[in-house]
């Protein structure tokens, strides 16, 4: 499940880490700070709605691609 975001660089990684760890588990998402969606990559098939939640409680959006 891809995601685009306004994820810009690793603070704002460190910031929404311990949501999506606990949203979607350690080491099952990643992003991309080189493509220019800053692309969320969720490896598991995770609820998308509770992972775009996940985010917008710490200030980031997500969209689905």
């Given at each position: 499940?891809?995601?685009?975001?306004?994820?810009?660089?690793?603070?704002?990684?460190?910031?929404?880490?311990?949501?999506?760890?606990?949203?979607?588990?350690?080491?099952?998402?990643?992003?991309?700070?080189?493509?220019?969606?800053?692309?969320?990559t969720v490896a598991d098939q995770a609820d998308?709605?509770?992972?775009?939640?996940?985010?917008?409680?710490?200030?980031?959006?997500?969209?689905?691609i």
């Amino acid at each position: 499940m891809k995601f685009k975001t306004n994820i810009k660089c690793g603070g704002c990684i460190a910031t929404v880490t311990p949501n999506l760890n606990k949203t979607v588990g350690e080491n099952n998402w990643q992003v991309d700070l080189n493509s220019p969606e800053k692309t969320l990559t969720v490896a598991d098939q995770a609820d998308e709605k509770k992972i775009v939640d996940a985010l917008k409680e710490v200030g980031y959006s997500a969209e689905r691609i």
